[in-house]
């Protein structure tokens, strides 16, 4: 349950963040209300019970419908596709996306028992490798003079670094395969998987922040891959977990 509580806490936070530089109207109280303290608990007590397949369903389908139910009985027209669109967003990503981190603890693999931190463990580390070689190699591209993918989102970005990134991620998870229940095959594979959704939604979160206008999502400091908020260092985790725990458990049939 603390590790529950800590991963529920680092999805309040984020969505806060990224609500903060969404505007919110008056009469979205009910529906923010519903997100924070009625759909963020509901989807960790999901997890915690081990209940996959509701668990995997209750935002994308449930939620969904619900949000923008809530949104119109307050009775405010003005922008409601626009608002709705947004806290559908913040809420997929930040709660939805990051629940699936500590899902990963209770997959119940093959002679794997009491073992699956090292599950956590081997995600956030190969796609935070990817993400700062890509990181590293774009900055030494855009030294060079080469042009980037998506200049308009992101001035570091490009295919280049991005394949170094994900080689780095893939092999690097390759050699960790004895933490895992994988073989080394499977383990670059699965790296692989969780350093392409983690990169390429942590560019779909740049192009969210060039929409609203904003460097950072939060925040003065800044970390050697040019996060300045909480949601700039945990996006690509957001993207990555959903993806990596899907793709486990069809491979495994878990």
Request: charged share 10%.
């Amino acid at each position: 349950m603390a590790r529950l509580a800590l991963f529920g806490a680092g999805s309040f936070f984020a969505l806060r963040e990224f609500l903060t530089l969404s505007p919110t109207r008056h009469r979205d109280h009910r529906s923010l209300v519903l997100a924070f303290f009625v759909v963020l608990p509901f989807q960790y007590w999901l997890v915690g019970s081990a209940d996959f397949n509701l668990f995997t369903v209750f935002i994308p389908v449930y939620v969904f419908l619900a949000i923008p139910v809530s949104s119109a009985l307050a009775n405010d027209p003005q922008r409601f596709l626009e608002r709705n669109a947004k806290l559908q967003w913040g809420i997929m990503v930040c709660i939805y996306g990051m629940s699936h981190v500590p899902a990963l603890l209770l997959l119940n693999f093959p002679r794997y028992d009491q073992r699956n931190a090292f599950l956590v463990f081997f995600l956030v580390l190969v796609v935070q490798t990817c993400m700062v070689t890509q990181h590293l190699v774009a900055r030494r591209l855009m030294q060079l003079g080469k042009p980037p993918a998506a200049p308009n989102i992101s001035q570091s970005f490009s295919w280049r670094a991005w394949w170094a990134g994900m080689a780095s991620g893939s092999l690097l998870g390759a050699v960790l395969a004895g933490i895992t229940p994988f073989v080394p095959g499977q383990a670059f594979a699965m790296a692989f998987i969780a350093c392409a959704a983690g990169s390429l939604g942590h560019l779909v979160m740049k192009a969210l922040k060039r929409d609203r206008g904003i460097p950072i999502w939060r925040g003065q400091g800044r970390a050697v891959t040019g996060a300045g908020g909480m949601l700039d260092r945990i996006d690509a985790l957001c993207f990555a977990a959903p993806v990596f725990f899907h793709s486990v458990r069809w491979y495994f049939g878990l």
